[in-house]
T-cell receptor
Framework: DAGVIQSPRHEVTEMGQEVTLRCKPISGHDYLFWYRQTMMRGLELLIYFNNNVPIDDSGMPEDRFSAKMPNASFSTLKIQPSEPRDSAVYFC?????????????FGNGTRLTVT | GQQLNQSPQSMFIQEGEDVSMNCTSSSIFNTWLWYKQDPGEGPVLLIALYKAGELTSNGRLTAQFGITRKDSFLNISASIPSDVGIYFCAGQRLMNRDDKIIFGKGTRLHILP
């Protein structure tokens, strides 16, 4: 099992540019989560999907952020336009079912730097 | 919104020392989880707790689900260099099927040479 795969590992971009982060969940997992990690705010849940359908996007900071899951094996998180305050590590995680007795499996993250 | 207060924020210890950290909340949680994050990687689940009062061990790690369901602690005995990292507590209310997991801000563990 390859685990949750995220790409790229690092992204450096200039303010105003569009950024797309990618995630491949573990095969067979029904849930997919996008988290953002910063020193100040810790791990924040941005959005999560169940069977490719967005369930809760209340953590998405603003309209510049959007996420899609076109199929069970792929999801994207897009920021357009990017701003320096978006700099953070973005994690994707997947889970096989409702979270009780079912841990989150995290990818290794994408470190985003917006200059 | 729900918050988990995790303490201490960071710890500096000598190799071989025991470590204790805890997590508290103003809300009741029905599940408590402890994750560890190594540098450059995502968090990995260490211990999951599902019943108030439950005490669970995983090697040198021991965690307990508080009786009030508003707190949990994690102990590490005889620390070793590979214990360095960030430890997160997480809780879930499970009031409905899609209840989210809430994470604390983490305890950074440093081991002095």
């Amino acid at each position: 099992d390859a685990g949750v795969i995220q790409s790229p590992r690092h992204e450096v971009t200039e303010m105003g540019q569009e950024v797309t982060l990618r995630c491949k969940p573990i095969s067979g997992h029904d849930y997919l989560f996008w988290y953002r990690q910063t020193m100040m705010r810790g791990l924040e849940l941005l959005i999560y999907f169940n069977n490719n359908v967005p369930i809760d996007d209340s953590g998405m900071p603003e309209d510049r952020f959007s996420a899609k899951m076109p199929n069970a094996s792929f999801s994207t998180l897009k920021i357009q336009p990017s701003e320096p305050r978006d700099s953070a590590v973005y994690f994707c995680a997947s889970s096989p079912k409702v979270l009780y007795n079912s841990p989150l499996h995290f990818g290794n993250g994408t470190r985003l730097t917006v200059t | 919104g729900q918050q988990l207060n995790q303490s201490p924020q960071s710890m500096f210890i000598q190799e071989g020392e025991d470590v204790s950290m805890n997590c508290t909340s103003s809300s009741i949680f029905n599940t408590w989880l402890w994750y560890k994050q190594d540098p450059g990687e995502g968090p990995v689940l260490l211990i999951a707790l599902y019943k108030a009062g439950e005490l669970t061990s995983n090697g040198r790690l021991t965690a307990q689900f508080g009786i009030t369901r508003k707190d949990s602690f994690l102990n590490i005995s005889a620390s070793i260099p590979s214990d360095v990292g960030i430890y997160f507590c997480a809780g879930q209310r499970l009031m409905n099927r899609d209840d989210k997991i809430i994470f604390g801000k983490g305890t950074r563990l440093h081991i002095l040479p």
